[in-house]
């Protein structure tokens, strides 16, 4: 993670993929980049907390970028 304001809230394994929860904390707008061995040749979408499927969040090599709102919540389901 390469600002500050966003934190790892959870990570754990469910069935084949892997979830991923991040939180913004400061109340600000933020666009981060996540940068992890675990996104190469994956693909990465946002769900809602209950795990329903939203857009997929494209991945470059080893890192996403996401933009987040402040305080927002925002979970990422990884396949493959």
């Known amino acids: 993670l390469d600002q500050s ?3 790892l809230s959870a990570l754990y ?3 084949d ?3 991923a929860r991040f939180h913004e904390i400061a109340g600000r707008n933020t666009t981060v980049t996540i940068s992890s061995p675990i996104f190469d040749g994956r ?3 946002r769900t809602e907390l ?3 499927p939203l857009a997929p969040v494209p991945v470059k090599g080893q890192a996403m970028q996401i933009g987040f709102k402040p305080w927002e919540i925002i979970t990422i389901k ?3």
Do not use: A, K, L, Q
């Open 5 to 7: 304001n966003i934190v």
């Open 13 to 15: 394994p469910e069935g």
């Open 17 to 19: 993929t892997v979830v």
């Open 43 to 45: 693909s990465c979408r």
């Open 50 to 52: 209950d795990g329903r």
């Open 78 to 80: 990884i396949f493959g």
